[in-house]
C-alpha cells in the first residue's frame, strides 16, 4: 500500500532555498557566454533556453512533491483519518492545492515571456525580458513560503509514522491511560516502548510484532482514551479513536483492576460501554490487569461486569510456545499405509555394488602413469589411442591440415564429391561456350604500324621535353641566331625526318661551303655584279636567310608588322618598354564619388 | 593449426605471424604486419583502402559470385576424421584450386579488355596528331614526283615510239 512512501518522500525545500537552487541550477546548466554581436536568432534562443529551464526545473520539482505526498483518497481510510487527525484533511489538501495553482502560473509565466521573446530584436531586449520571466516566477513561489513550510513539517511527521499494515492481524491494546498498555506490549514484543507513572506517557501509536502459531502478529499500542465525548477529544485520543475505527483488529480492552490508574473500576466500565460501538465486527478480549496487586479474588462481588479471562494467564502461554518453537518446525511426513504391502527404499544395484567395491578396494583399470611407469624412456603421449572414430584402424593416421595455404578444415563437407561434379561440369561448358579462348586478335598490320609509330612519337616527345628541361633558363640567355646551325645537324635531322638530304649543295644554307670552294681558284677577281656579292656571301641579308619562296616571305612581313602593330599603338619604344607615364592618373583617383556603382575607381 | 585471413588485407596468416587484437565485445581481430595493424588502429575502413583484397572484392576488381568460391568456407562444427573423406577432400581441393584460379585470371582479363581498346585508339589519335614529330609532311615526295616524271617520260617517249 502507501505504506512504504511516507518515507520516501522527497526534501521539500523552503521557498528561499527553492528559489535560490533553481536559479543557481540555470546559471551553471546552461550556456553563459553571448555577445551582442551574434545573430539575433542565436540570442532569442539562448534567453529562451534559460526561461524554459528554469520553468522545467519548477515544474519538476513542484509535481515531485504533489506526486510524493499521499492523496488522502487513495490511501487506505485508516491512514486518511489518522492523516486529518493529525495535520487537518483541509489545510493538506490547501497546501497541496497551492503548489498546483503555482506551478501553472510558473508554466503560463514561461510560456507568456517565450512567446514575447520572439519578438525580442536586440540583445538588451531579450535580456530584460528573461530576466523579467525569472523574477515572476520566482515572485509566485515567495508567495507559496507558508504552504511549504507546512508540507515540510507534515512529511518529517509523516516519515516517523510507525508503519502499521492495515491487513495484516492485528491486535489493538485500548483502555485508561496508565493501566499497563504499554508494560504489556514491551513483555509480549520486542517494542520498547516508554513506561511511567504518570498519565498520558504514550502520546501516538505503537506498533509492536510478535509470533504466535508461525504467524506474525501486529500488537498496536495506543494512548489512553478518557471518557468524554468525540466532539472534546483531543489529537492524542483521536489517533486511539481512529486506530479502533478503522483497523480490523482483535481489541484488547485492559482495565486496571487494582485502580492505580487513578480510575475507580466503575468508570472504566463506563467507557468500556461507551466505545462498545467500535468493537462491531471485532473480536473483543477484556484484560484484568496489575492483578499482582490486587486479585481478582478481592473483587467485590458487585464488578462480576467484565469477563474472567485473565490476560497474565494468556501472557504465559504464549511465552512457553516460543521455548518449543524451533522443535516444532521440523516435522517428518510419513506417508500413510493405505494397503497392507511392504514398501522398503529402492537401492540400485550399481550403488550396491559401487559399495561392496569401494570397500574391497580393488584396482581399476590400467592407468596412464602405469603406462608411463612400465615404459619409463620410451613413454611418449599419445591420446590419438582414445579417440572415437568410425574406423579404429585409422586413430594414429596423420591427419593433414594445410595445403598450399588453405585449411583442410575449411573444405570438409560429405558431399563434397557431387558439389565437384556439378563444378566440373559447368567448366566444361564453359569451355565449350569458349570463354577460355585466347582472343588473340591478330592485328593487320595497319594497326601493328600505327602502334610502332604511335610509340615512336611519344618516344620523341618524350626526349624533346628532357631536352628541353636541361636547358640553362637561369643562365645568359643568347639570341637564336647567335650560333650558327651546321649544316651536318640541319641535314641530319632533316633526314630523321624523312627528307632526302642527299644533294643539297646549291640549296640557300650551304652558300658558304659553296663560295669557300670558289675562293680558293685564285682566279682574276671578277668586279662584283651586284651589292649583294660585295658583301660577304656567306650570310644572306636577314630579311631573306630562312625564307623559302616569296609567299613565305609575305607572311613572314605580315607577322613582323602584325606583332608591332599594338605596341605602335601604345607608344611603345619596343618590346621591352613597359614605362607608364602616369601611374595615378588625377582625373581617375582624385574627387568625390557622385552618382555611378563604386565598383571599382 | 589454422591459417587465419588478415582482418585488414585478407592476406593468410600463418602460425607464429603477426599479432591478434581482443576487443572488449570479444570479437577477434588478426593481422599480418604492423601496416595492418597501424592502419586498424589509425580507424581506416578497409573497404575504402585501395591495397586491401577488401575494397577490390567490393569496388568489383576481383571475381566475388563464384560457385568455385563457396568450397573455402569456416565451418564451425567440426567433422570426425574419416581417411576416404579427408583424401577424397584433398583431391578435390587441388581442382577446386585450378578452376577458381581460372576463372578469377579470367575476370581480371575481360576486365582489362576495355583498356585495350582505348589504348588502341589513342595510339590512332595520336600518330594522327602528331606524326610531324618523326615524319616531315612532304617526306619522299620529291621521290614521288621524281618517279612520276620519269614514268611520265618513259610513257612519252614510248607514246612517240
Known amino acids: 500500500m502507501a505504506l512504504y512512501n511516507f518515507k520516501k518522500i522527497m526534501v521539500v525545500p523552503t521557498a528561499k532555498d527553492f528559489i535560490d537552487i533553481t536559479l543557481s541550477k540555470t546559471q551553471r546548466k546552461t550556456p553563459t557566454v553571448i555577445h551582442k554581436h551574434y545573430q539575433i536568432h542565436r540570442i532569442r534562443h539562448f534567453y529562451m533556453r534559460k526561461v524554459k529551464f528554469t520553468q522545467q ?21 485508516f491512514y486518511a483519518d489518522l492523516m486529518n487527525v493529525l495535520y487537518d484533511k483541509d489545510h493538506f489538501k490547501l497546501a497541496l492545492g497551492q503548489i498546483n495553482i503555482a506551478k501553472n502560473l510558473i508554466d503560463n509565466v514561461a510560456k507568456d515571456y517565450v512567446r514575447l521573446m520572439k519578438y525580442g530584436d536586440s540583445l538588451y531586449r531579450c535580456k530584460q525580458l528573461k530576466r523579467a520571466a525569472l523574477g515572476r516566477m520566482c515572485t509566485i513561489l515567495k508567495r507559496q513560503k507558508q504552504s511549504l513550510e507546512y508540507l515540510e513539517q507534515v512529511r518529517q511527521h509523516l516519515s516517523r509514522l510507525p508503519t502499521i499494515d492495515p491487513n495484516t492481524r492485528t491486535l489493538l491494546l485500548c483502555g485508561y491511560p496508565n493501566v499497563g498498555k504499554s508494560s504489556f506490549i514491551n513483555k509480549v514484543t520486542r517494542a520498547d516502548v516508554e513506561v511511567q507513572p504518570y498519565a498520558f506517557t504514550t502520546k501516538s501509536l505503537f506498533v509492536g510484532h510478535m509470533d504466535y502459531k508461525y504467524l506474525r502478529w501486529q500488537v498496536v499500542d495506543t494512548p489512553g482514551i478518557l471518557d468524554h465525548p468525540l466532539e472534546e477529544r483531543n489529537t492524542i485520543e483521536m489517533q486511539a479513536i481512529t486506530a479502533l475505527a478503522h ?49 481478582i479474588s478481592e473483587l467485590s462481588e458487585e464488578n462480576q461486569a467484565c469477563d474472567r479471562l485473565l490476560a497474565h494467564r494468556v501472557d504465559t502461554k504464549m511465552k512457553t510456545k516460543k521455548v518449543h518453537d524451533v522443535l516444532n518446525r521440523l516435522h517428518l511426513a510419513v506417508p500413510t499405509k493405505r494397503d497392507q504391502k511392504e514398501r522398503p527404499p529402492f537401492i540400485p544395484e550399481g550403488a550396491l555394488l559401487r559399495r561392496k567395491a569401494v570397500e574391497m578396494d580393488a584396482p581399476k583399470r590400467k592407468l596412464e602413469r602405469d603406462l608411463e611407469v612400465e615404459l619409463g624412456d620410451d613413454y611418449t603421449l599419445n591420446l590419438q589411442k582414445y579417440w572415437d572414430l568410425m574406423n579404429p584402424e585409422e586413430k594414429q593416421d596423420k591427419i593433414p591440415e594445410v595445403w598450399e595455404g588453405h585449411n583442410i578444415a575449411d573444405y570438409i563437407d560429405p558431399e563434397i564429391m557431387k558439389r565437384l561434379e556439378d563444378l566440373e561440369r559447368e567448366e566444361e561448358l564453359r569451355e565449350k561456350a569458349g570463354e577460355y579462348d585466347s582472343e588473340e586478335e591478330s592485328e593487320d598490320e595497319e594497326m601493328q604500324e ?34 650558327k646551325v651546321e649544316r651536318a645537324t640541319l641535314e641530319k635531322e632533316m633526314a630523321d625526318l624523312g627528307l632526302d638530304m642527299t644533294d643539297k649543295d646549291d640549296s640557300h644554307y650551304a652558300l658558304r661551303s659553296r663560295s669557300l670552294v670558289r675562293k680558293r681558284k685564285r682566279e682574276v677577281s671578277v668586279p662584283p655584279m651586284s651589292r649583294t656579292r660585295s658583301q660577304s656571301t656567306s650570310r644572306p641579308p636577314r630579311d631573306q636567310s630562312g625564307v623559302r619562296d616569296a609567299k613565305m616571305l609575305k607572311k613572314v612581313k605580315t607577322m613582323m608588322k602584325s606583332s608591332q602593330k599594338e605596341m605602335n599603338r601604345q607608344g611603345k619604344k619596343g618590346e621591352s618598354d613597359r614605362h607608364v607615364f602616369d601611374v595615378k592618373p588625377k582625373h581617375l583617383l ?6 555611378g556603382s563604386t565598383s571599382r575607381r | 593449426m589454422r591459417i587465419e585471413k588478415c582482418y585488414f588485407c585478407s592476406a593468410p596468416v600463418y602460425p607464429g605471424h603477426g599479432m591478434k587484437f581482443v576487443r572488449n565485445d570479444c570479437k577477434v581481430f588478426g593481422f599480418c604486419r604492423s601496416k595492418c595493424h597501424k592502419n586498424f588502429k589509425k580507424k581506416r575502413n578497409p573497404r575504402k583502402t585501395r591495397w586491401t583484397k577488401a575494397f577490390r572484392k567490393s569496388v568489383g576488381k576481383e571475381l566475388t559470385l563464384d560457385y568455385s568460391l563457396e568450397f573455402e568456407k569456416r565451418r564451425n562444427i567440426p567433422v570426425k576424421y574419416n581417411r576416404e573423406l579427408w583424401s577424397k577432400t584433398v583431391e578435390a581441393m587441388k581442382k577446386v584450386e585450378s578452376i577458381k584460379n581460372k576463372r578469377q585470371a579470367r575476370f581480371i582479363l575481360n576486365r582489362l579488355k576495355k583498356g585495350k581498346e582505348l589504348e588502341k585508339a589513342a595510339d590512332i589519335t595520336e600518330v594522327k596528331k602528331n606524326i610531324h614529330l618523326i615524319r616531315a609532311p612532304h617526306a619522299g615526295h620529291a621521290k614521288q614526283l621524281e618517279d612520276k616524271m620519269v614514268q611520265k617520260l618513259a610513257e612519252d617517249v614510248e607514246m612517240d615510239e
Open chain 1, 57 to 77: 526545473n519548477y515544474h519538476d520539482r513542484l509535481s515531485q512533491i504533489l506526486t510524493d505526498f499521499p492523496k488522502l483518497d487513495d490511501v487506505h481510510p
Open chain 1, 247 to 295: 483497523l480490523r483488529a482483535a481489541v484488547l480492552y485492559v482495565m486496571d483492576v487494582s485502580e492505580q490508574c487513578g480510575h475507580a473500576l466503575s468508570q472504566q466500565l463506563e467507557l468500556f460501554n461507551n466505545i462498545r460501538p467500535l468493537f462491531a465486527n471485532k473480536p473483543l478480549i477484556v484484560m484484568a490487569n496489575k492483578c499482582d496487586v490486587r486479585k
Open chain 1, 450 to 483: 600505327i602502334r610502332q609509330l604511335a610509340s615512336q612519337i611519344r618516344e620523341k616527345r618524350k626526349l624533346k621535353i628532357l631536352t628541353s628541361k636541361e636547358k640553362d633558363t637561369q643562365g645568359p640567355r643568347m639570341p637564336r641566331t647567335a650560333k
Open chain 1, 590 to 595: 582624385a574627387g568625390k564619388r557622385k552618382s
